[in-house]
């Protein structure tokens, strides 16, 4: 299981997008899966965040995992 926030995530302040990409060549590929302006959707702890983005990086032959973190927009309780 990978979890980069360990929280549930809802849509932010954009449109949210979830991709999953796969780059490479066998035996060295890197599957990238992106969430673009999402936010937390737990009710407690109050939400600090409105928009995030983050990547999680599978490396094939390595089984490197990379946690990739973008630009984060603070919220009303941020």
């Not at 979830?18 to 959707?41: L, M």
């Not at 600090?48 to 390595?62: A, G, P, V």
Request: proline share 6%; charged share 20%; aromatic share 12%.
């Amino acid at each position: 299981m990978l979890s980069p926030l360990n929280l549930d995530l809802s849509a932010g302040t954009g449109t949210p997008e979830y991709r999953v990409h796969t780059s490479g060549v066998a035996p060295n590929r890197v599957c990238t899966i992106q969430y673009q302006d999402v936010r937390e959707a737990n009710a407690d702890p109050v939400p600090q965040f409105d928009n995030m983005q983050f990547q999680i990086k599978l490396y094939e032959t390595s089984n490197i995992i990379e946690f990739v973190y973008g630009d984060w927009t603070f919220g009303k309780y941020g």
